[in-house]
């Protein structure tokens, strides 16, 4: 039975997490200000008030007493779900994240599982002050026994949290803060219908000039770019990664063959990040299809600006169409 119902990124992910919570009560949400307030997004909204505090719990504003809980919770069978509350908060539980979280299944030779979901604010575009506009997930995508998904529209998010909350493995799933409550990314989500595979990437438009590799808040400035290039006779494939680790890169592969050329798009640094990993393999696995070199469109490798210059820090649609042409020019 199809039910549909159109909803933003933020609503998709408070439907999936109350669905989570009612078929499974060893389901618990936990985070800074997310039961009676709902979470400074209101992602956790409504749920406090319909599952009590039992298993909405608001916790104290120390990010490293959050995971080492969702450990303990973990190993007693429970499934924690942390809500950090900017990604830049993240930093005082990186030592429980990468020397506990990751690491205790294969420590313990599969006899303790870390079902774990680390909810993650990420990224710019919303005008914040210091510390919560940052794009930190290649940090978390290189160390081994994490997982990290990011979505980008309202039927991954929906299904997605309750994919990874359903893992046994830990996830972090950074969600794209920008376009929480954006209208122009509301879409449809049978709720009632069958999710895709968490772990694979998705061809989001179909082209032939030209492949734009994006995850999160970027697939839309990707999706926007190659709406405007149509105009210019060019024809841009879009992939979404939807999972940062494990990368799944075959459709990449398959699409640079066809094409012949690669722009990775993120509001990331481009130093050490998921997009000099994605153009490393792409030239291992596609070498003698490529027309030109892989360029990458990111963020600048400095701290991120103060807000009134994020404009000018984020990749946009005249930095994507530019780079189109300077591959097209090789």
């Known amino acids: 039975m199809s039910d549909l119902q159109k909803l933003t990124i933020g609503k998709a992910i408070n439907l999936g997490l109350r669905r989570a919570m009612e078929e499974d009560p060893k389901v618990l949400v936990m ?3 997310v039961g009676k307030l709902g979470g400074v997004f209101r992602i956790t909204d409504g749920l406090q008030k319909d599952f009590g505090e039992q298993r909405v719990l608001d916790t104290p504003l ?4 959050i995971i080492g809980t969702a450990v303990g919770l973990a190993v007693r069978g429970f499934r924690p779900v942390c809500e950090i509350q900017f990604e830049g908060f993240i930093f005082p539980g990186f030592d429980q994240i990468s020397s506990q979280v990751a690491k205790l299944h294969y420590r313990t030779q599969g006899k303790i599982k870390m079902p774990i979901v680390i909810r993650v604010p990420f990224g710019g575009g919303i005008g914040a002050v210091e510390h919560h506009s940052e794009s930190p ?9 994490l997982k990290v998904v990011s979505v980008s529209n309202a039927v991954d998010a929906y299904w997605g949290i309750q994919q990874a909350i359903k893992s046994d493995d830990p996830i972090l799933f950074f969600e794209p803060k920008k376009l929480y409550h954006s209208g122009a990314m509301k879409s449809e989500v049978d709720t009632e219908g069958t999710p895709d595979e968490l772990f694979k990437s998705r061809v989001v438009r179909e082209g032939t000039t030209a492949t734009v590799v994006a995850y999160g808040p970027s697939v839309k400035v990707a999706l926007d770019a190659a709406a405007a290039a149509e105009d210019e006779g060019k024809s841009l ?3 979404d990664l939807r ?3 494990p990368l799944d890169l075959e459709p990449v592969f398959e699409s640079v063959r066809k094409t012949g050329r690669l722009i990775a798009l993120s509001e990331a640094p481009s130093e050490s990040s998921l997009t000099s990993e994605i153009a490393a393999r792409v030239q291992q696995e596609c ?11 990111t963020g600048f490798d400095t701290p ?3 807000a009134k210059l994020e404009e000018h820090y984020l990749p946009d649609l005249d930095r994507v ?5 300077r591959s097209l020019a090789w």
Not at 62 to 65: H, K, V
Not at 287 to 294: D, K, Q, T
């Open 62 to 65: 120390a990010e490293s007493g």
């Open 321 to 325: 169409l530019h780079t189109v042409d």
């Open 31 to 33: 985070g800074e200000d």
């Open 287 to 297: 070498f003698y299809s490529l027309e030109a070199p892989v360029l990458r469109v």
């Open 237 to 239: 494939e879009v992939i």
């Open 137 to 145: 997930e290649s940090l978390f995508a290189h160390i081994p026994g």
């Open 304 to 306: 991120y600006p103060p």
């Open 243 to 245: 999972t940062l680790s």
